[in-house]
């Protein structure tokens, strides 16, 4: 079974269009995560939630909202998208927040933005 | 000064030799260090975490860690051209893990 899922895989869209990205892991952490990578391959973290709640904002846009209905599930919601934003985003989870304990990625979303 | 900083390569050896990755960080506080590799195209997967001062072993991999030089590198012995990737070090700081921009790792038969 994939421990960190998310969907969709490929994600091509219109500026100005509103998207979703779907994450869910199975391995019972009570920490999830979005993470940014540019066409440099820079990983940068966007936002983490610890048991439903918002830990980390990173100074992304607030067209970007995340949204954690339960811990095992953390969705990233993006408005009005630019052509900036493409690039492919990763769902990851750990047991504990802090950057204490390994990250468990998915297999990320390639978004692009045209 | 970044964060995280590594050599973003190509780094080029032989097969059979040893590669040797490194990567510098900004904060004295972090605790936990990571190495991650990433094929092209897919998601990084943990390789190693190292916690305390010194060398840790795992196969053919291994991790050192220097706080005061506050320095952490990976080995990897008798490299294999499926060892070819990018690598990225990660630390903690800030209660979150930050990455650097990895190197990328180019193996030649």
């Known amino acids: 079974d994939t421990a960190v899922s998310q969907t969709p895989k490929y994600l091509v869209t219109q500026m100005g269009n509103d998207k979703s990205i779907k994450c869910e892991q199975n391995l019972g952490h009570d920490t999830m995560y979005w993470y940014k990578q540019d066409s440099k391959k820079f990983l940068k973290i966007m936002f983490s939630?610890?048991?439903?709640?918002?830990?980390i904002n990173e100074t992304v846009p607030n067209r970007f909202s995340p949204k954690s209905p339960d811990k095992a599930h953390l969705n990233l919601h993006i408005n009005s998208l630019e052509l900036g934003d493409s690039a492919v985003y990763f769902c990851?989870?750990?047991?504990?927040?802090?950057?204490?304990?390994?990250?468990?990625f998915g297999n990320g979303t390639r978004l692009t933005v045209t | 000064q970044k964060e995280v900083e590594q050599n973003s390569g190509p780094l080029s050896v032989p097969e059979g030799a040893i590669a040797s990755l490194n990567c510098t960080y900004s904060?004295?506080?972090?605790?936990?260090f990571f190495w991650y590799r990433q094929y092209s195209g897919k998601s990084p997967e943990l390789i190693m975490f190292i916690y305390s001062n010194g060398d840790k072993e795992d196969g053919r991999f291994t991790a050192q860690l220097n706080k005061a030089s506050q320095y952490v590198s990976l080995l990897i012995r008798d490299s294999q051209p499926s060892d070819s990737a990018t690598y990225l070090c990660?630390?903690?700081?800030?209660?979150?893990?930050?990455f650097g921009a990895g190197t990328r790792l180019a193996v030649h038969p």
């Open positions: 904060d004295r506080g972090s605790q936990s």
């Open positions: 939630y610890n048991n439903k709640e918002l830990i």
């Open positions: 990660a630390v903690t700081g800030y209660n979150k893990l930050i």
């Open positions: 990851a989870s750990s047991q504990t927040d802090r950057g204490v304990a390994p990250l468990h």
